[in-house]
């Protein structure tokens, strides 16, 4: 078992949205759901507790009610292979409700942040040819979803 385990607030969704999480990646699952008994607080034989895991990573979400909601200063960060998986992951955490902001971000149908990154714009950032790195940088900063080929062209000049 893992020794950190990121841990989510929902209001009422926390099982529909691990539902909906474990059926975006490869390797994920849902764990455990525990439910309210007639002691509540929340409605008996409704979600309280659940456990996920997307792509083998441990998560636990709450049906805690509307007292807090996310925010953008926690995002889950997504590395991906190629646009494809980009353009996929894109189109369904934005479905339904979903916000797209810049360079990479998103909000879900829940509220929950995410990031969803191309690999190649982490070696093209880092290139020791400051220029081509910074030329990168500004065609990111320009971005809502991440377009490798428009990385491509601004590190080529």
Same mark, same amino acid.
């Given at each position: 078992m893992q020794k950190i385990t990121t841990f989510l607030w929902f209001d009422d969704q926390a099982e529909e949205a691990a539902e909906f999480y474990t059926s975006l @990646?490869?390797?994920?699952?849902?764990v455990d759901v525990?439910?309210?008994?007639?002691?509540g607080p929340g409605p008996e034989? &409704?979600?309280?507790?659940? &456990? @996920?895991?997307?792509?083998?990573?441990? @998560?636990?979400?709450?049906? %805690?009610?509307?007292?807090?909601? @996310? &925010?953008?200063?926690?995002?889950?960060?997504v590395d991906c292979e190629s646009q494809e998986e980009v353009d996929e992951l894109w189109a369904r955490? &934005?479905?339904?409700g979903?916000?797209?902001?810049?360079?990479?971000?998103?909000?879900?149908?829940? %509220?929950?942040s995410w990031q969803i990154?191309?690999?190649?714009?982490?070696?093209?950032m880092s290139d020791p040819d400051r220029a081509r790195a910074g030329r990168v940088t500004q065609a990111m900063l320009g971005m809502k979803k991440i377009e490798i080929q428009g990385l491509l062209?601004?590190?080529r000049g």
């Open positions: @990646f490869a390797d994920s699952r849902v525990q439910r309210y008994g007639e002691a034989g &409704t979600a309280m507790l659940v &456990t @996920f895991e997307l792509a083998g990573q441990r @998560f636990l979400a709450l049906n %805690g009610g509307p007292h807090f909601r @996310f &925010t953008e200063a926690v995002s889950l960060y955490l &934005t479905e339904g979903g916000e797209e902001s810049q360079c990479g971000w998103l909000k879900d149908r829940y %509220g929950l990154v191309p690999r190649v714009l982490g070696e093209l062209d601004a590190a």
